[in-house]
């Protein structure tokens, strides 16, 4: 008993030289006390065990296993990085990128004033379907072949006058930004690889017969459905370029098709659409249909 009792306080005269005395936060209800003498900061790796001391006295580092070293080491090649694409620009950028008040050539010049008087109040998809509807038209075969043919063919542009162009503000920014779209539609600078589609959006009556509608062009086909009365028409504009022949009928599928792709973009874009017309008179004068009556001679 004698000597179990040496034992027993030896051990625990060690215990409180290494430990120490105890205290309030060794206890298991007690938060433990966190005072500045007691953080421990940040040290590298290497000097890690060195640093640790048990009341005052070094502790020595614990030896690591020695790792043989294999017996045909193999180098290791890294394998090149692959080359980033290059990130495309938006149309947005195209345009700061181009913007100029000033054309390259007589069919840059064409083109431009189609942009500008024909679409300058769209944004810029809309102005870059106006000038590729023009060069589309003169890569055909089917209208003149060249931009200004185009432009100046009798009965395609209002704003043409005796086949000539009328004067334009080229300090504008909306005429800058019209030779910027002219150029990015002649040079193909935003083709993309994939096919997309081009959408329009008409919402109300047009001082030249036109009437509320919107319309979609994927590939070769085109679909255009007037609000009036949600009639729709399909055609295939690569073989019907004058859109004579209505194909709705014939192939509902993909009239179905481009109508929901229509409409899913008009709720994308937050389209407004027209409300019916209260005061509307059907024996009234028919916008659409009825040419203007001429004013009397001498009438202003």
């Known amino acids: 008993m ?31 006390v966190i005072s500045p003498e007691l953080s421990i900061p940040a040290l590298p790796l290497e000097g890690l065990h060195s640093s640790l001391q048990l009341n005052g006295a070094p502790a020595a580092a614990p030896e690591s296993p020695a790792v043989p070293a294999p017996a045909n080491p193999v180098p290791t090649a890294l394998a090149p990085a692959a080359p980033e694409a290059p990130a495309r620009r938006t149309l947005a950028d195209l345009v700061g990128l181009h913007a100029d008040a000033r054309t390259d050539d007589a069919e840059h010049e064409c083109l431009a004033n189609a942009v500008y008087f024909e679409s300058k109040g769209e944004p810029l998809q809309g102005q870059l ?67 997309r589609a081009l959408f329009w959006h008409y919402p109300h009556y047009g001082n030249q017969g036109g009437a509320p509608g919107a319309a979609i062009r994927r590939g070769d086909w085109k679909l255009v459905e007037w609000f009036e009365d949600r009639r729709v028409q399909l055609f295939n504009v690569a073989a019907d370029l004058s859109e004579e022949h209505d194909l ?32 509307y008179d059907p024996a009234g004068p028919n916008g659409r249909f009825s040419a203007r009556p001429r004013a009397a001679p001498g009438a202003r």
């Open 248 to 279: 709705a009928r014939t192939d509902p599928a993909r009239a179905d098709r481009l109508r929901a792709e229509l409409h899913a973009w008009q709720k994308d874009v937050g389209a407004r659409f027209p409300t019916p017309n209260s005061r």
């Open 129 to 195: 379907g106006v000038a590729e509807v023009v060069v589309n038209r003169a890569r055909s075969g089917r209208f003149p072949g060249s931009l200004c043919g185009v432009v100046k063919q009798r009965g395609q542009f209002s704003f043409v006058r005796g086949g000539r162009l009328p004067t334009v503000p080229r300090a504008s920014a909306a005429w800058k930004k019209a030779v910027a779209i002219a150029r990015v539609a002649i040079k193909d600078l935003a083709d993309s690889p994939a096919e």
């Open 2 to 32: 004698q000597f179990s009792y040496r034992v027993a306080g030896y051990a625990a005269a060690m215990l409180v030289a290494v430990l120490g005395t105890p205290s309030l936060a060794w206890e298991f209800n007690t938060p433990p």
